[in-house]
């Protein structure tokens, strides 16, 4: 049974920073892309960045640029959003997703999903 658990989500003041962490158990995960996605209250959930089976090239959404990093451990089947400068309106749930298919996993349809983490960005 496929699982990705999401830890390292909480409470935070504007300008702080959060390093969320995934861990994929229940196969083999290094050939999978792996992403990171939110849903704030009343929106939908949107795409934030994601990392191929390499590590190398990773896609962000333009808010997250520069603020937001995506990497890898292979070894650990985990992967990691490390957030920087957060802004209230990054109040979120924060998800991991994974996929074998790119276009699946940034094209917010991947096939494995964890159960999120909330983030609180307070002013």
């Known amino acids: 049974q496929v699982q990705l658990v999401e830890t390292g989500g909480g409470l935070v003041q504007s300008g702080g920073s959060l390093k969320l962490s995934c861990v994929a158990s229940?196969?083999?995960?290094?050939?999978?892309?792996l992403a990171w996605f939110r849903q704030a209250p009343g929106k939908e959930r949107e795409f934030v960045a994601a990392?191929?089976?390499?590590?190398?090239?990773?896609q962000y959404v333009h808010f997250a640029t520069g603020r937001f990093f995506i990497s890898r451990d292979s070894a650990k089947n985990t992967v990691y959003l490390r957030m920087n400068s957060l802004e209230p309106d990054d109040t979120a749930v924060y998800y991991c997703?994974?996929?074998?298919?790119?276009?699946?996993?940034?094209?917010?349809?991947?096939?494995?999903w964890g159960q999120g983490t909330q983030v609180t960005v307070s002013s």
């Open positions: 990392i191929d089976w390499s590590g190398v090239n990773p």
């Open positions: 997703a994974a996929d074998l298919n790119w276009g699946r996993l940034v094209g917010n349809s991947p096939t494995y």
């Open positions: 229940g196969r083999e995960f290094n050939d999978y892309g």
